[in-house]
Every structure is written in C-alpha cells, then in structure tokens.
C-alpha cells in the first residue's frame, strides 16, 4: 500500500470524514483521553481506506 502524505495547509479540501477522522487521530495520539473501540475503529478505518495509515493485523 502506498502511504499518502497529509499537508494540513489541506486539511480543508478534505471530506469531512477525514477531517473529523484526522482530528481524533491527533487527539488520541497527544491527549490523554479514553475513547471507545467502536470510535477508534471507525475512525481509523476513514483513514486506512483514505491512504493516510496502514493497517495493523
């Protein structure tokens, strides 16, 4: 799979979904907060099928 690169400068071009999705990515990573699995999924799946992260077997 060919990793895709995020300029934030783009962040606005994006859908939605991966806005939303590239958020809670940032805040999961750097804050401490607990988040559901089902959250993390979803999340995390917007942005396998986008390109932007691998996913983990």
Aim: no cysteine.
């Amino acid at each position: 799979m060919t990793k895709k690169k995020l300029d934030l400068s783009e962040l606005d071009d994006q859908p939605q979904e991966i806005r939303e999705a590239i958020a809670f990515y940032a805040a999961h990573t750097v804050l401490p907060i607990h988040f559901t699995a089902a959250e993390r999924e979803r999340h995390y799946t917007t942005l396998e099928q986008a390109g932007y992260l691998e996913r983990i077997t």
